[in-house]
């Protein structure tokens, strides 16, 4: 499918932001793409909008009970060329987080050739500086204006575009240091964890917000039954070298499966570094720490890529991982990840997709 979906033109085009100053999801382009579902239709109307406020009822299920799901992405400047990053895997996932959410599955394609359409039109605004990119933000969320708990009958998907400076500054990585939650969990195995639902969000706040206050930048999530095994950070996965190996938990439904999480294993699999997906104790890696054998730890997601992580606090114990510097595995790996995405090193498993000109 390559027909040209509808596009309704704004009648003036936005100023862009200095791009020296972006931050991240600040700023909006002028277009978004829009795509309303209802019970008879199914998904109908697929176009380019104008980006601004939209109405929504009062009594919206999405408001009330939470029905909403999300993506994240981005897009890079290369040259004249505009590449999105293994697109196709973050339409794979929307599915699977709106089928567990009870929401209408969408046409993967389709909606990628969407993107793909939505894109063209804003290419001015992808900027170009070292590690800056067009964030890229489809989210789904339930429509029917009435209050009785069930799965809504109407949904709004929109895709919004948010031009984004670089995680770190352009400068190099650098550690974070990271509060072990011992109290509150974010997920639990047969709930909604595996899925991107703004309902994981809700409920991981308030032990961010309280890590935040005692200086910490970002939490890690333990299980949900003993607290006891490793599962994520925020909105990353966590790797650990231990012993020369990389260490990564194994997805059992409570963790999101990161793209970044994904693409990093099969990376350093080609660079030659065993990989082991498996229950990861935090016991277990306090230990390792004092034997000597922890050497490198560190966050995956799109947003940062890779974060090293200097500083673990567990109960009463805070351990220095590597000194707190960037460990030679980590670098190695983001240099590696971010060289293909910006399509400095060559691409081998096709992740680049460049955006077509319309
Ligand atoms: C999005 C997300 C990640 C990272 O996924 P990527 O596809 O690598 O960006 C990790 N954990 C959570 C909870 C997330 O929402």
Known sequence: MSNKIEFVKREQLKEKPDPKNL???????DY???YDYDKDKGWHDLKIVPYGPIEISPAAQGI?????VFEGLKAYKHGDDIVLFRPDQNFKRINNSLERINMPKIDEEELLE???QLVDVERDWVPEGEGQSLYIRPVVFATEGTLGVHASHNYKLLIILSPSGSYYGGGSLSPTKIYVEDEYVRAVRGG???AKTAGNYAASLLAQTQANKEGWDQVLW???VERKYVEEVGSMNIFFVINGKLVTPKLDGSILPGITRKSIIELAKKLGYEVEERHVAIDELIELHDKGELEEVFGAGTAAVISPVGK?????REITINNF???ETTQKLYDHYVGIQSGKIEDPNGWRVVVPKY
Do not use: N, P, R, V
Not at 23 to 29: D, L
Not at 64 to 68: D, E, I, L, T
């Open 23 to 29: 931050g991240f999801g600040q700023h909006f382009t």
């Open 32 to 34: 978004m793409l829009s």
């Open 64 to 68: 009330h009970y939470g029905q909403s």
């Open 114 to 116: 969407g993107l793909k």
């Open 192 to 194: 909604t964890g595996f």
């Open 222 to 224: 333990l299980d949900g």
């Open 312 to 316: 673990l606090k567990y109960e009463d």
């Open 325 to 327: 510097e960037t460990g």
